[in-house]
Nanobody, 116 residues
């Protein structure tokens, strides 16, 4: 069993910043890649950023230079620092973790709303 708790979403004005956190607990001894995805109203879920166990990062073109993903392995936690937020960043943000020999797990999501 893997439990994931996301936090940090909320309402922010365009140009502002938010920091999302996602802590995994339970059977996470073989935690591998971690990442963030988002789903805007009426759209499909899309990748935002991922980070490997070796801390190699990958970003969607739409967030490059504005968002930064990081992880704290000792806390089984992944972060997403979001700067220069735009109204089009409004979405539910989901944490995803891959655990070796177990598969992928999703958080319940946290809502980010960016007002213009």
């Amino acid at each position: 069993q893997v439990q994931m708790v996301e936090s940090g979403g909320g309402l922010v004005q365009a140009g502002g910043s938010l920091r999302l956190s996602c802590a995994a607990s339970g059977s996470v001894s073989s935690l591998n890649a971690m990442g963030w995805y988002r789903q805007a109203p009426g759209k499909q879920r899309e990748l935002v950023a991922t980070i490997t166990i070796g801390e190699t990062t990958n970003y969607a073109d739409s967030v490059k230079g504005r968002f930064t993903i990081s992880r704290a392995n000792a806390k089984n936690t992944v972060y997403l620092q979001m700067n220069s937020l735009k109204p089009e960043d409004t979405a539910v943000y989901y944490c995803n973790v891959n655990i070796l020999w177990q598969g992928n797990y999703w958080g319940k999501g946290t809502l980010v709303t960016v007002s213009s």
